[in-house]
């Protein structure tokens, strides 16, 4: 059975799924029929549209499975062998980010880990929050690590805000923005000292 967390968290992201995938006439249908399903309801969604069936299945799947393999649309920031970062869907803050092992693994490898404090090195860079939190969590029995970047007082537990993809591709665009380097003016004086040039003769 789906905790109240996951029932969120899921709805949360097929919707974004639907809005960014299907026809324009069928987004308010397929929205609205997934935000009245109660749990068991979700749950036999998930497992007929192979989204989430039973774990004793060898080939059990899941939302954050179908986001690493990239069967669902994200916006990845960052990738390593054994994990991929991206931007939350329905971010609490500006550069809210999940890392995703590749693997459906109790416990995200270190190489996720590792990951994760890449980009929040990054993030503390390109947006100058007061701080970045990391944290694990586990979602579908799928661990995933959190980085939240805090720029009041915000936290795990605070509002989750809608964005497009088309938002988060701008947040992409600042976040990978290499810094313009200024080209050094070097004064003609200290040019001078380096060259040797003939003395004219009058």
């Given amino acids: 059975m789906l ?3 996951e029932i969120i968290d ?3 992201k097929l919707v974004s799924h639907i809005e960014t995938t299907f026809p324009p006439e069928q987004i308010l249908s397929a929205k609205s029929q997934i935000e009245s399903m109660d749990s068991e309801q979700l749950e036999k969604f998930l497992e007929k549209n192979n989204i ?3 774990d ?3 080939d059990s799947k899941c939302v954050f499975c179908a986001i690493a393999s990239e069967k669902i649309k994200s916006v990845k920031i960052g ?3 054994k994990a991929i970062a991206v931007l939350e869907i329905n971010p609490i803050s500006k550069g809210h980010s999940i890392v995703v092992p590749k693997e459906h693994l109790d416990e995200a490898p270190k190489e996720a880990m590792h990951l994760a404090k ?3 090195k990054k993030i503390k860079e390109k947006f100058s929050p007061k701080e970045v939190e990391i944290s694990e969590s586990k979602l579908f029995g799928h661990a995933i690590i959190n980085i939240l970047p805090v720029y009041k007082d915000e936290n795990l537990n605070s509002e989750k805000q809608h964005a497009t993809i088309e938002e988060l591709e ?3 665009e600042e976040f990978q923005k290499e810094e313009e380097k200024e080209e050094e003016v ?3 004086e200290e040019v001078e000292k380096f060259l040797w040039l003939p003395k004219r003769i009058p």
Avoid: A, H, R, Y
């Fill in 170 to 172: 701008k947040t992409k």
């Fill in 79 to 81: 990738e390593n062998e």
């Fill in 52 to 54: 989430l069936v039973n």
């Fill in 186 to 188: 070097i004064p003609v």
């Fill in 3 to 5: 905790s109240g967390e």
């Fill in 56 to 58: 004793k299945e060898e």
């Fill in 118 to 120: 890449e980009i929040s």
């Fill in 10 to 12: 899921i709805k949360q």
